[in-house]
């Protein structure tokens, strides 16, 4: 009966050694798990423009986001001319960033020999062009402004 009695106590205090954690660590430890359960490579709220609908499901916002910054680099790209000495039929992707006050810049134009081949400044060119676009109102993950980086294909052809 004692052996029993002694066991008892000793898987008690086995038991009550998490009560002796501080308010601090259990704190911690939740917000650990928080941290892990938040899926960090999606946000809640694309980047809109005036014309998107904040309201909308969040699809339609993405198409609406991917529609209009299409356009807008559409239109500051339409006047540039190039001449080249050969064909082209290339794709060439840039890379942006939109941070959170919504300010889009370029990271990067992917650095192709067969296009700078032909054109040398290329690079130089599109980012100038497309440095100067308007702002948005930032994306957002769990209601806070985040940066949101993206990359789009730009197709030459010059046939």
């Known amino acids: 009966m004692q052996k029993y009695v002694l066991w008892i106590i000793f898987m008690g205090l086995l038991v009550s050694c998490e009560l002796f954690e501080s308010k601090e660590d259990k704190t911690q430890k939740l917000v ?16 809109l423009f005036e014309d ?19 356009e807008y680099f559409s239109e500051a ?5 190039f001449q080249v000495r ?37 690079n130089t060119k599109i980012s100038e062009r497309l440095n100067d676009l308007t702002t948005v109102a930032p994306a957002l ?3 806070n402004p985040v940066s949101l980086r993206f990359r789009l294909p730009l197709v030459l052809n010059t046939y």
């Open 32 to 47: 650990n798990e928080e941290l892990m359960a938040i899926d960090w490579n999606d946000v809640d709220q694309y980047p």
């Open 52 to 70: 998107c609908d904040e309201t909308a499901p969040k699809d339609a916002q993405q198409e609406c986001f991917q529609n209009v910054i299409t």
């Open 77 to 81: 790209l339409a006047g540039l001319k």
């Open 86 to 122: 050969n064909d082209m039929n290339d794709t060439v992707y840039i890379d942006f960033l939109i941070d959170e006050h919504g300010f889009i810049s370029v990271l990067g134009v992917e650095e192709k020999t067969s296009v700078l081949n032909e054109i040398s400044d290329f």
């Open 141 to 143: 993950k769990r209601g």
